[in-house]
């Protein structure tokens, strides 16, 4: 009998899909790897603007967080998941996270920035276009810089300082967020 319950416990734990999110049709797991280093699903939302679903965006972390300052101050890997719902161009996808960067930071420290915003802008230049579809991770790697992937791809060469990896992530948890419900979301708030 015990073995009986025991196997119908194992047969139905296999049957439930692992823990995760579904945005909008995009898939993002519950754990995920950054060079070495396993990162879990902090939170998960959706990207948008007027009427349309732009993406559908996820934020890995070595361990939860539910306080913004707290996650953006947090050291070790991280990971940025962005699953494009509609065709953007590149410079209008550079120019969104620009925006969203410029919305949290002084404009001292925006010139601070210039050199490898310049560089993001070059790596989505080469891109032409975020199409449908496209997964784009934005990963923080201690000792390497922003490491960005298209499709599982490396683009460009990695963009230096941790300062500038905080500030992408203000762009969705700062104080002037670009959508107030994607950072609760992020944050693992559930919606």
């Not at 296999?14 to 699903?41: H, Y």
């Not at 939170?43 to 306080?67: D, H, N, S, T």
């Not at 490491?147 to 990896?165: M, N, R, S």
């Amino acid at each position: 009998m015990a073995t009986r319950i025991f196997g119908l416990f194992i047969f139905l734990w296999m049957s439930f899909p692992a823990l995760g999110a579904e945005i909008a049709g995009a898939r993002l797991e519950e754990k995920d790897r950054v060079a070495n280093s396993e990162v879990t699903l902090n939170g998960a939302g959706l990207r948008k603007r007027a009427f349309f679903q732009v993406y559908a965006i996820g934020l890995y972390l070595p361990e939860k967080k539910a306080v913004a300052a707290e996650t953006i101050a947090a050291t070790g890997p991280k990971r940025i998941a962005i699953h494009m719902l509609r065709d953007v161009g590149a410079d209008q996808f550079t120019d969104a996270l620009v925006d969203g960067m410029k919305d949290n930071h002084s404009e001292t420290d925006m010139k601070a920035f210039d050199p490898r915003v310049k560089q993001l802008a070059a790596i989505m230049s080469e891109m032409k276009e975020a199409k449908k579809g496209m997964r784009i991770t934005l990963d923080w790697v201690s000792g390497v810089g922003t490491v960005l992937t298209v499709d599982g791809k490396a683009a460009g060469v990695p963009i230096q300082g941790e300062d500038f990896y905080r500030a992408l992530l203000r762009i969705w948890l700062g104080d002037n967020p670009v959508q107030a419900d994607l950072k609760k979301a992020l944050l693992g708030e559930k919606q």
